[in-house]
């Protein structure tokens, strides 16, 4: 599942995030990418035991990117050597 969550100021923050959230528990996804969060918006998928790995860059007001899954993330590659 993907989502642009939008900035905290934008299309009614508070709103926007709570029915994320409905979401998230109706479709209960297995993956989750996650666009103009801030870090406090991911506190809780972790929190809920979500293995939570950030884009390395955000931006100077706060807001990134994250994916999320809920088994950990291991590199084994699947292509022939």
Not at 17 to 45: K, Y
Not at 69 to 77: D, V
Request: proline share 9%.
């Amino acid at each position: 599942m993907t989502r642009n969550v939008l900035a905290p100021e934008y299309a009614d923050g508070a709103r926007r995030r709570a029915a994320l959230a409905r979401e998230l528990e109706r479709r209960a996804p297995d993956v989750l990418a996650l666009q103009e969060v801030t870090r406090g918006d991911v506190r809780p998928l972790a929190a809920e035991g979500w293995h939570v790995v950030p884009h390395p860059r955000w931006s100077a007001d706060g807001m990134g990117a994250v994916l999320a899954a809920r088994t950990s993330f291991h590199h084994k590659p699947s292509w022939p050597r």
